[in-house]
């Protein structure tokens, strides 16, 4: 699978460039997965529900299942939180996995950037950014894009994957 990320500053734009990215490289034919990493606790069940009860009752993995959809949830209570490797390990194979956030791992990426925000920007001490996409024309040793041209970020992020 080719990996590709997008990250940024919080409020910077990233979770809207996933969407449309995914709405566009996926609207050219191409099989995407996500992977969003949450610096906060977050949880995807509910109390009251089968499912919560069963994970609250001790249980280390529950996947829930109907006829649109699956869900694994698998609890960590005190393992240390998986490496982004063994969570793609976990993913069916698809053309191109988008990954939000994991800034500190090896992976390409594209950053985010709101000038409004008033945060600087990661790509000048970052390598791996080889991408700018931004609200606000900048003068950077990388390419710089507007951050609402999706179709020209989607492109760039398929030439650099070689799909």
Do not use: C
């Not at 709405?23 to 069940?45: P, Q, Y």
């Not at 006829?67 to 998986?82: G, S, V």
Request: glycine fraction near 8%.
């Amino acid at each position: 699978m080719k990996l590709y990320g997008v990250v940024g500053w919080k409020n910077a734009g990233k979770t809207g460039l996933m969407e449309r990215l995914v709405t566009e490289i996926s609207g050219r034919g191409l099989t995407v997965s996500t992977v969003k990493h949450a610096h906060h606790r977050f949880d995807v069940d509910h109390p009251g529900k089968d499912s919560h009860r069963h994970r609250v009752a001790g249980a280390t993995e529950v996947l829930l299942a109907s006829r649109a959809r699956f869900a694994l949830m698998h609890e960590l209570r005190d393992e240390d939180e998986p490496s982004l490797d063994t969570l793609l390990s976990k993913l069916s194979p698809v053309d191109l996995v988008l990954i939000e956030g994991y800034k500190r791992d090896a992976h390409p990426k594209v950053e985010a950037h709101r000038s409004v925000t008033g945060n600087p920007l990661i790509a000048p001490g970052d390598p791996t950014i080889h991408a700018v996409a931004s609200d606000t024309p900048l003068d950077l040793d990388r390419p710089v894009f507007d951050l609402d041209d999706t179709k020209a970020i989607a492109d760039f992020i398929l030439a650099q994957v070689g799909l």
